[in-house]
Nanobody, 121 residues
């Protein structure tokens, strides 16, 4: 069984910063990619940023230059530093991991429960 637990969401004013964390735990064999997605009310879930095990990163155009994704492979943890936040960044942020478990060698996507980020104008 695998769990992804996010933390660090909250309410912040426009221009402020937040740091999200996500820890993956359980019977994990290998994690390839970890990332963050978000879903605003009435909208589809969208990619925010991803980072592979070797450290390659990918960002949505809307967050480039403001958000930074990083990862601690030894701790199975991914971080998202969010600076210069805007009201349009308001959403539930979900952690994602593409991994294999000791019970199932096939790669699969796992999701956290989500953490709310609200940016007030």
């Amino acid at each position: 069984q695998v769990q992804l637990v996010e933390s660090g969401g909250g309410l912040v004013q426009t221009g402020g910063s937040l740091r999200l964390s996500c820890v993956a735990s359980g019977s994990i064999a290998s994690i390839h990619t970890m990332g963050w997605y978000r879903q605003a009310p009435g909208k589809q879930r969208e990619l925010v940023a991803t980072v592979t095990s070797p450290g390659s990163t990918n960002y949505a155009d809307s967050v480039k230059g403001r958000f930074t994704i990083s990862r601690d492979n030894a701790k199975n943890t991914v971080y998202l530093q969010m600076n210069s936040l805007k009201p349009e960044d308001t959403a539930v942020y979900y952690c994602n991991a593409f991994l294999t478990t000791r019970e199932r060698p096939a790669w699969g996507n796992y999701w956290g429960q989500g953490t709310q980020v609200t940016v007030s104008s």
